[in-house]
Nanobody
Framework: QVQLVESGGGLVQAGGSLRLSCSAS????????MAWHRQAPGKQRELVAG???????NYADSVKGRFTISRDNLKNTVYLQMNSLEPEDTAVYYC??????????????WGQGTQVTVSS
């Protein structure tokens, strides 16, 4: 199995910045996609940003120009740099990873979530 551990959430004022990290461990063969999703109270979980093994990225329209996703393939780690944070960014942020285990089985793993709170 593949486990994901997130870190970096917290409380920040509007206009501030935070950097989230997510490290994958376990029986990893190949990680194809790493992504960040978020879920605000009373809302559905939504994709924030994703990055492929080849470092192709995509972003939700609401975060374009403010958030940057990156990954370190050697460390099996994905980062989300969040700048110009707004109260609307308040949510639990979840890391997601899709790929193949060392025994060539597909996996789709999720982290436990990290809270991001932006005060106005």
């Amino acid at each position: 199995q593949v486990q994901l551990v997130e870190s970096g959430g917290g409380l920040v004022q509007a206009g501030g910045s935070l950097r989230l990290s997510c490290s994958a461990s376990g029986s990893i063969g190949r990680i194809n996609v790493m992504a960040w999703h978020r879920q605000a109270p009373g809302k559905q979980r939504e994709l924030v940003a994703g990055i492929t093994n080849g470092r192709t990225t995509n972003y939700a329209d609401s975060v374009k120009g403010r958030f940057t996703i990156s990954r370190d393939n050697l460390k099996n780690t994905v980062y989300l740099q969040m700048n110009s944070l707004e109260p609307e960014d308040t949510a639990v942020y979840y890391c997601n990873s899709v790929g193949l285990t060392s025994t060539r089985r597909p996996f789709d793993s999720w982290g436990q979530g990290t809270q991001v709170t932006v005060s106005s």
